[in-house]
């Protein structure tokens, strides 16, 4: 059968040359034609700006500091309440008023007798003063104890202008650490009922304690009332069963003495070797040392 000339289109390729001229070159397309360049943006600063420093919005404007003036956030920090660096946050976020006015001006200086409150509270410029001891035997931290005991004040005199005072009580028998300092909310903080940071005691007795009573003080007890948790309780390594070491977490000092009075035991030494994660160590009996910034913040934190 003859082929139809409309079978060739279905059946593949086309033969070369079927078609003349295919395999000329095409002429080149005219150039499209290109409108003005437009002009870019300067974006350089003149000459004359060159040479002025640019303020940040929250930047005060620069000025001589006048006598006994101090930078706001200097200022904040001396207080104790937080660093310098924090302190910047606290003021560009408008947590800080100086004479009732909001202040969020980086390097605004305080005068004397300028009011400041921070985050809703009055601070003083006085800085925080925090001073571990150790402290020995026969001193007190009472005043009303007679002139027969010195009072524990003697032992840190000389380690500050600023008038500090003991957290919480000691007996003349007790011995071991005690912080000192100005910082009246932390002296509060730490004699509250509800206050939970550990303490540490090494207690000596007058005879072995029994392991059964060993075992009644771990699982706690109730004194006066009140119900005393333990969390550790043992006989102290290489010592005689009459040392113990006991960890609580109670403000009050005296429940040392109490639990093991309470299981007819006289108690003749008690020694606080840490305190809120505080330790005796390099620190001789009588001696005191400044906190440095990492345990002050764990002492907040406690």
Not at 7 to 12: A, E, H, I, P, Y
Request: include cysteine; hydrophobic fraction near 30%; charge should be positive.
């Amino acid at each position: 059968m003859e082929n139809k000339g409309g079978n060739n289109k279905r059946s593949g390729a086309r033969p070369t040359g079927s078609r003349p001229g295919l395999n000329k070159s095409k002429p080149a397309l005219p150039k499209r034609a290109q409108g003005p360049k437009k002009a870019k943006p300067n974006t350089k600063f003149p000459d004359t700006a060159t040479n002025k420093v640019e303020r940040k919005p929250d930047q005060a404007p620069k000025r001589a500091k006048a006598k006994d003036e101090i930078r706001l956030n200097k200022y904040i920090a001396n207080s104790g309440v937080c660093s310098r660096r924090d302190a910047d946050i606290y003021i560009q976020s408008g947590n800080v008023k100086v004479n009732g006015v909001s202040v969020t001006e980086m390097g605004y200086l305080v005068k004397p007798g300028d009011v400041v409150n921070f985050d809703g509270t009055v601070i003083t410029p006085e800085k925080k003063v925090y001073i571990l001891l150790n402290k020995p035997k026969n001193f007190t931290t009472a005043l009303d104890e007679g002139q027969e005991y010195r009072n524990v004040l003697e032992l840190v005199k000389g380690s500050t202008t600023s008038k500090i005072a003991p957290i919480g009580r000691m007996d003349k028998n007790t011995t071991g650490l005690l912080v000192f300092t100005n910082d009246t909310d932390m002296i509060r903080k730490f004699t509250l009922p509800n206050q939970k940071s550990p303490k540490i005691y090494q207690v000596s007795l007058d005879k072995n304690l029994k392991f059964e009573d060993l075992e009644k003080i771990a699982k706690g007890l109730v004194l006066e009332g009140h119900r005393v948790h333990v969390e550790e309780v043992s006989y102290i390594e290489g010592e005689a069963k009459s040392e113990i070491g006991i960890k609580i977490r109670s403000a009050n000092i005296k429940v040392v003495r109490s639990i093991f009075e309470n299981f007819k035991y006289d108690v003749l030494k008690i020694d606080r070797v840490a305190f809120a994660g505080l330790t005796k160590k390099n620190l001789p009996r009588g001696n005191w040392r400044v906190l440095t910034d990492q345990e002050i913040i764990n002492l907040k934190n406690a």
